[in-house]
Nanobody, 130 residues
Framework: QVQLVESGGGVVQAGGSLRLSCAAS????????MGWFRQAPGMEREFVAG????????YYSDAVKDRFAVTRDNVKNTVSLQMNSLKPEDTGVYYC???????????????????????WGQGTQVTVSS
């Protein structure tokens, strides 16, 4: 059973930074692409960032590109999201998730699809004040 535990959220002023972490268990971590999603109150869950199973490719939504960076450590079974230049619109609950298909050759065409992920944790709250 895939288990993912997010941490690192908090309250920060606009322009500040936070680093989120996600600890994974119950899967062969190094074989699965990983994604970060977020959900603001009253809004649908949206893709934020993703990283391929080997870690060589990363993907970002237009809203966070050039401000956020996703990395992974396949030894420690963790994936992280460094968030810089935070804006009030970045506020929400942030979730990490594991791409269902191991060693996928099609992640680059499907990374935004939340239905393709599993192991959703409880998330971590990020609040950016103006």
């Amino acid at each position: 059973q895939v288990q993912l535990v997010e941490s690192g959220g908090g309250v920060v002023q606009a322009g500040g930074s936070l680093r989120l972490s996600c600890a994974a268990s119950g899967l062969t971590f190094s074989s699965h692409a990983m994604g970060w999603f977020r959900q603001a109150p009253g809004m649908e869950r949206e893709f934020v960032a993703g990283i391929s199973w080997r870690g060589g490719e990363s993907y970002y939504s237009d809203a966070v590109k050039d401000r956020f960076a996703v990395t992974r450590d396949n030894v420690k079974n963790t994936v992280s999201l460094q968030m810089n230049s935070l804006k009030p619109e970045d506020t929400g609950v942030y979730y990490c998730a594991a791409y269902r298909t191991p060693n996928s050759q099609f992640y680059d065409s499907n990374y935004k699809n939340h239905l393709a992920y599993e192991g959703w944790g409880q998330g971590t709250q990020v609040t950016v004040s103006s």
